[in-house]
T-cell receptor
Framework: KAGVTQTPRYLIKTRGQQVTLSCSPI?????VSWYQQTPGQGLQFLFE???????NKGNFPGRFSGRQFSNSRSEMNVSTLELGDSALYLC??????????????FGSGTQLSVL | GQNIDQPTEMTATEGAIVQINCTYQ??????LFWYQQHAGEAPTFLSY????GLEEKGRFSSFLSRSKGYSYLLLKELQMKDSASYLC??????????????FGTGTRLKVLA
């Protein structure tokens, strides 16, 4: 079974630009969540999608948005990039049933650098 | 509020035992997880605890006390390849009735020869 795939692996953008990151979950997983990882803050939860609906959201500004498609693939968009958005963006998938204990399976991440 | 605390960095010697502590405060606790993350790589699942007590899995064990909001990850017979960050995470049931994972900032473990 293929793992969680994130593309691209690296991105360099300048302030004010926008960026779209992609995540393909493990086959059969319906939940996709996104995290921002920085050295000082650790993993910060951005949002979670399940069956094309945003099920949960973290405390990030509206410049951060996402969506999920019918095949469970997800995209995350950041508009009007700021220097502080430089981070590793991790996507994680899980089965998504909700009530039982669910492990998260992470992709290798997209390293975003904003200049 | 919701908060997870773990030490920033620890150092231990190859072959030794190390215990990484994690304390948490959440309102809708639904399980505690430990993940390992090598530099430049994705976090990978190590263990989880839902009920109080010790869960053993080979060289790794994890303990949970829900009444104390406390967990630890115990690594025995340390190997050089255990040098990594160890992330403590709590699965929390929020007011909206949905679950989310809250991560600590991670403990960077260095294993010395």
């Amino acid at each position: 079974k293929a793992g969680v795939t994130q593309t691209p692996r690296y991105l360099i953008k300048t302030r004010g630009q926008q960026v779209t990151l992609s995540c393909s979950p493990i086959s059969g997983h319906r939940s996709v969540s996104w995290y921002q990882q920085t050295p000082g803050q650790g993993l910060q939860f951005l949002f979670e999608y399940f069956s094309e609906t945003q099920r949960n959201k973290g405390n990030f500004p509206g410049r951060f948005s996402g969506r999920q498609f019918s095949n469970s693939r997800s995209e995350m968009n950041v508009s009007t990039l700021e220097l502080g958005d430089s981070a590793l963006y991790l996507c994680a998938s899980s089965v998504g049933g909700g009530t039982g204990i669910e492990k998260l399976f992470f992709g290798s991440g997209t390293q975003l650098s904003v200049l | 509020g919701q908060n997870i605390d773990q030490p920033t960095e620890m150092t231990a010697t190859e072959g030794a035992i190390v215990q990484i502590n994690c304390t948490y405060q959440t309102s809708g606790f639904n399980g505690l997880f430990w993940y390992q993350q090598h530099a430049g790589e994705a976090p990978t699942f190590l263990s989880y605890n839902v009920l109080d007590g010790l869960e053993e899995k080979g060289r790794f064990s994890s303990f949970l006390s829900r009444s104390k909001g406390y967990s630890y990850l115990l690594l025995k017979e340390l190997q050089m390849k255990d040098s990594a960050s160890y992330l403590c995470a709590v699965r929390d049931l929020g007011a909206s009735g949905t679950y989310k994972y809250i991560f600590g900032t991670g403990t960077r473990l260095k294993v010395l020869a």
